[in-house]
Nanobody, 127 residues
Framework: VQLQASGGGLASAGDSLRLSCTASGDSSKWNNLGWFRRAPGSQQFYQSKFVASINWGSGDTIYADAVKGRATISRDNAANTVHLRMSNLKPEDTAVYYC?????????????????WGQGTLVTVSS
C-alpha cells in the first residue's frame, strides 16, 4: 500500500483546511484509513498523536478529543481518497500530519494499529 498525502501548508488561527490522502496498491490492506500528527520537536514515532480515522467500508469514524467538533474525516471510494477537513484551526494544530492505513477490522486509534504510514504533510497555524 502506498499513501500519498497532500493539502498541508500555512494557515491562520480560525481558518479551515483540508488534507487528502490517496491510497494505491492492495485495497484489502486499507480496511481503515486515518491521520496522526507530530508536533514540532516531537518527531519520534511514539510521539505520534491520533487525529481521526474512518472505516473504508462502513464510513464509521472516530476522532481525538483535541479535534472533535472541528474535524471531519470522509472518504471518496471511487478515488481511493480520504479527506480530513479541519476548521477553527489553532496554533496547537501545527504539526506534520501522517496518513495511515490498517488492514485490521477495527478503527485506527493507536500508533500500533496502522500497517502503513505515508509521508507527512506539514500544517503550520499562526496565531
Amino acid at each position: 500500500v502506498q499513501l500519498q498525502a497532500s493539502g498541508g501548508g500555512l494557515a491562520s488561527a480560525g481558518d479551515s483546511l483540508r488534507l487528502s490522502c490517496t491510497a494505491s496498491g492492495d485495497s484489502s490492506k486499507w480496511n481503515n484509513l486515518g491521520w496522526f500528527r507530530r508536533a514540532p520537536g516531537s518527531q519520534q514515532f511514539y510521539q505520534s498523536k491520533f487525529v481521526a480515522s474512518i472505516n473504508w467500508g462502513s464510513g464509521d469514524t472516530i476522532y481525538a478529543d483535541a479535534v472533535k467538533g472541528r474535524a471531519t474525516i470522509s472518504r471518496d471510494n471511487a478515488a481511493n481518497t480520504v479527506h480530513l477537513r479541519m476548521s477553527n484551526l489553532k496554533p496547537e494544530d501545527t504539526a506534520v500530519y501522517y496518513c495511515v492505513a490498517s488492514s485490521r477490522s477495527h478503527l485506527i486509534s493507536t500508533i500500533y494499529d496502522p500497517d502503513t504510514w505515508g509521508q507527512g504533510t506539514l500544517v503550520t497555524v499562526s496565531s
